[in-house]
């Protein structure tokens, strides 16, 4: 069963019958018009509360804040570095409490956050003073093949059809009807590459020079997808692969080293 370590007392912490837990993970980011700052983190906490009775875990309280890299009004930057330490920071308290496999659960992407995040933690790996604890980097999307889109060589990477989809079965009260895209080059751009967002300048142009790394002004509303194409049933299908593949890889763990 799921133990919900918010909830529980420490009498109930010593008589936790499971070595796994799962840190989800979200972010505090724009998303659009049409959806609210808080979807990273319902993409993290959501498919855990689905698993229910056949997750076999402490689920830990969620991480709501990461590097995002974006500045549009709302979004809320931790830098990568300082996000990768006390993330490390909570999991060693987990190691110290003589939990065996602890997963981190992001719900959130972006280059430069999860590249932070994993350095962070084979440093932790690499330092460890007990060599029978695991710790899993699981991001939502690698556990739902339908979360990936792709049209005509344009990808749907933010507030597009998949997490569109997904909050319409998860809260739909907060999706609202109306949706905004930016300029149609603008637009394109961004679902070419997720990265085309952030621009590069050098007051020298040479490459010893470190670049100042801004979101490009001409961006004012960050929708990096297909938003248009979603729905309710899409969004339930994606939920039912991220659960299943949550459970398993947790029945997976427990198996081995549990």
Same mark, same amino acid.
């Given at each position: ?5 918010? $909830?529980?007392?420490?009498?109930? +912490? ?23 700052? &808080?979807?990273?983190?319902? $993409? ?6 689905? /698993? ?15 590097? &995002? ?7 809320? !930057? %931790? &830098?990568?570095? #300082? ?11 987990? +190691? ?7 997963? =981190? ?15 962070? =933690?084979?440093? =932790? ?5 007990? !060599? ?7 991001? #939502? @999307?690698?556990?739902?093949?339908? @979360? ?18 997904? +909050? ?6 907060? #999706?609202?009807?109306?949706? /905004? ?7 394109? !751009? ?5 990265? @085309? ?5 050098? #007051? ?5 020079? %470190? ?9 004012? %509303?960050?929708? +990096? ?34």
């Amino acid at each position: 069963m799921a133990y919900i370590m918010k $909830n529980m007392t420490v009498e109930e +912490m010593n008589h936790l019958d499971t070595k796994t837990v799962i840190i989800p993970i979200g972010v505090v980011e724009q998303h659009g018009y049409h959806l609210p700052l &808080s979807t990273d983190i319902y $993409n993290a906490e959501k498919p855990l509360e689905l /698993a229910g009775e056949r997750l076999h875990a402490l689920i830990a309280p969620t991480v709501n804040y990461c590097y &995002s890299g974006g500045t549009l009004r709302g979004t809320v !930057n %931790v &830098s990568p570095n #300082v996000f990768g330490l006390y993330v490390t920071d909570i999991c060693k308290e987990f +190691m110290r409490m003589g939990f065996k496999n602890i997963i =981190l659960f992001l719900g959130h992407g972006g280059t430069d956050n999860e590249i932070a995040l994993r350095h962070s =933690l084979q440093m =932790l790996m690499n330092s460890a003073e007990k !060599n029978d604890v695991t710790v899993s980097l699981v991001t #939502v @999307w690698s556990i739902a093949p339908t @979360w990936f889109y792709e049209q005509n060589g344009e990808h749907d990477f933010h507030a597009g059809r998949t997490e569109t989809s997904l +909050m319409k079965f998860w809260a739909p009260e907060l #999706v609202r009807e109306r949706i /905004a895209m930016d300029e149609p080059e603008i637009a394109k !751009n961004m679902r070419s590459d997720q990265d @085309w967002y952030a621009m590069e300048t050098r #007051v020298v142009d040479h490459a010893f020079v %470190v670049p100042n790394i801004r979101q490009r002004e001409e961006i004012e %509303v960050g929708v +990096m997808g297909f938003p248009e194409l979603a729905s309710r049933e899409l969004g339930e299908k994606i939920a039912n692969e991220m659960v299943e593949g949550i459970i398993a890889y947790v029945d997976m763990l427990n198996q081995k080293n549990g």
